[in-house]
C-alpha cells in the first residue's frame, strides 16, 4: 500500500489562530479526502481534495473555515482556520485510487490537533 | 445521504470465542463495503471489504457477509485473540470513490484472555 506522510503528528494551537495539514503520498493517487476524528468517535468526512480545482466539502463544512489544496496527485492540505477549541480533533487525510492500492483507501496516521 | 448503522458499540468476549458485528446501510447505490480496525491512537487500517457483486469473503479469521436486499452486512471474527482487541468501523460508499465513504459509529471489541 502507499506510505502516506501527515504532519505536524499533534499540535497545541490557541483559539483564533489557523493550522495547516500537510499529507503526503509516495505514489500519485486518484483520490485524496479529509475527515476529522472526535474523541471516541467515528470520522466524519470533511470534504474530496480535487487536484487543481476547488474542493468539494459536505454538509456542514465550508471552505472558509477548512481551506484545502491539492497542487498535485501526491500531495495536499487542510487548514482549520479561526480555531476554537470546539475544533479540537483528529484529523485524518485518505487516499485511493492508486497503483497499488486500486479503488481501496488508506489513511494517514492522522494529526491530533488540541486548541486551547 | 448515506446512513450506516453500527451493532453494538461494546463487545466483549473471551478468547477463543467468536465476535460478530453488524451494520445496515440506507442507500441502495452503495456497493463498496469496508471494515476498518483501529487501535487506540494509530490510524484505522482496511482489514477487510467486500462488494456488492459478492455476498461473503474470508480472510483467515475475517468473514464479510453481505445482503444487499436487506442493506446489511457483517463482519465475524472467529478465533478471538487478545490481539484483535480494538475498535472496528464499518463503512459504505458508492462508485470508485472507496475513499468517500459514510463510517458506522464504530465497535469496541475487548477479548479477555
Known amino acids: 500500500s502507499a506510505v502516506i506522510s501527515q504532519k505536524p503528528s499533534r499540535d497545541i494551537c490557541q483559539r483564533g489562530t489557523s493550522l495547516t495539514i500537510q499529507c503526503q503520498v509516495d505514489?500519485?493517487?486518484?483520490?485524496m479526502f479529509w475527515y476529522r476524528q472526535q474523541p471516541g468517535q467515528s470520522l466524519t468526512l470533511i470534504a474530496t481534495?480535487?487536484?487543481?480545482?476547488?474542493?468539494?466539502?459536505e454538509s456542514g463544512f465550508v471552505i472558509d473555515k477548512f481551506p484545502i489544496s491539492r497542487p498535485n496527485l501526491t500531495f495536499s492540505t487542510l487548514t482549520v482556520s479561526n480555531m476554537s477549541p470546539e475544533d479540537s480533533s483528529i484529523y485524518l487525510c485518505?487516499?485511493?485510487?492508486?497503483?497499488?492500492?486500486?479503488?481501496?483507501?488508506?489513511f494517514g496516521q492522522g494529526t491530533r490537533l488540541t486548541v486551547v | 445521504g448515506e446512513n450506516v448503522e453500527q451493532h453494538p458499540s461494546t463487545l466483549s468476549v473471551q478468547e477463543g470465542d467468536s465476535a460478530v458485528i453488524k451494520c445496515t446501510y440506507s442507500?441502495?447505490?452503495?456497493?463498496?463495503f469496508p471494515w476498518y480496525k483501529q487501535e487506540l491512537g494509530k490510524r484505522p487500517q482496511l482489514i477487510i471489504d467486500?462488494?456488492?457483486?459478492?455476498g461473503e469473503k474470508k480472510d483467515q479469521r475475517i468473514a464479510v457477509t453481505l445482503n444487499k436486499t436487506a442493506k446489511h452486512f457483517s463482519l465475524h471474527i472467529t478465533e478471538t485473540q487478545p490481539e484483535d482487541s480494538a475498535v472496528y468501523f464499518c463503512?459504505?460508499?458508492?462508485?470508485?470513490?472507496?475513499?468517500?465513504?459514510?463510517f458506522g459509529d464504530g465497535t469496541t471489541l475487548t477479548v479477555k484472555p
Open positions: 505514489s500519485q493517487v486518484t483520490m
Open positions: 485518505s487516499v485511493s485510487g492508486g497503483k497499488a492500492e486500486g479503488t481501496e483507501a488508506f
Open positions: 463503512a459504505a460508499s458508492k462508485g470508485t470513490n472507496a475513499g468517500k465513504s459514510t
Open positions: 467486500i462488494r456488492s457483486n459478492v
Open positions: 481534495a480535487n487536484q487543481g480545482s476547488e474542493a468539494t466539502y
Open positions: 442507500d441502495s447505490a452503495s456497493n463498496y
